[in-house]
């Protein structure tokens, strides 16, 4: 159910490193773009682009080990 995935999802966000996890909300919460989050948060592009790509590797790899059934995607 939508709720659980949203329930485990929110748990894994919470695990991720705080840059990563500052990073991946501002993108996927807030839907800024790279440029914007890097203003915002005084970094790059590259930088911002590389987090995003951390954070997403790391919760598909353990949403893959705490819970198989859910896919993580957009």
Known sequence: P???REDV???LIEQLPE???EVFRLSWYEDLK???IAERLGTTRGNV?????KAVER???ALRYSAPGL???R
């Open 19 to 21: 840059r990563c996890r």
């Open 71 to 73: 896919k993580f995607s």
């Open 49 to 53: 682009s590389k987090r995003i790509k």
């Open 2 to 4: 939508r709720n659980e």
């Open 34 to 36: 790279s440029a914007e």
């Open 59 to 61: 919760l598909r790899r």
């Open 9 to 11: 999802l929110r748990a």
